[in-house]
């Protein structure tokens, strides 16, 4: 007879962490957004900060040290995350992309936009309660408090790892 084997998505994240993967599922935020010098700061002051207030580590792509496909990576720390901030300044297709990956695993999507660049967020979205700030010190004031009603403060613990 014919011998059938299926692969479990435990499976695969045991496969994925013994290929060098940080499996970091349910302490990380994932951070979409332009990776442009005139919104560093308010990544690095703002979305960063208010993700730390929380108690969850803010991952963003251009951070993480990789040695595979960067879109494999984006994917599986999206996948990994608790959460996903998309920050839509600038416009920038990927952002899109990667928050539509995440609401297709039912990530909660955390929406934020500077005021200026509001009036080119695609109809799609706009809908979405969207945190529009003007300075970085209330996208860090509005984002916290958002993330803090959402998810409470993530408190250090420790995460078993699972058998196949």
Request: aromatic share 10%.
């Amino acid at each position: 007879g014919a011998i059938s084997v299926a692969l479990t998505p435990k499976g695969f994240a045991v496969i994925e962490q013994q290929k060098g993967f940080n499996n970091t599922e349910g302490k990380s935020a994932f951070v979409a957004m332009w990776f442009d010098k005139q919104v560093q700061d308010a990544y690095e002051l703002g979305i960063k900060e208010a993700i730390k207030a929380s108690g969850y580590s803010a991952i963003r792509i251009d951070e993480v040290h990789h040695h595979h496909r960067i879109e494999d990576q984006i994917l599986r720390a999206i996948r990994e995350a608790h959460f996903v901030v998309a920050d839509l300044t600038g416009n920038r297709g990927g952002v899109y992309f990667e928050a539509g990956f995440a609401m297709a695993l039912n990530k909660p999507v955390i929406w934020c936009c500077h005021e200026d660049h509001f009036k080119d967020v695609h109809f799609d979205v706009n809908h979405y309660h969207i945190i529009v700030w003007s300075s970085i010190h209330e996208l860090k004031e509005r984002l916290t408090n958002k993330l803090l009603a959402l998810f409470g403060h993530q408190r250090a613990s420790t995460f078993a790892s699972t058998p196949m």
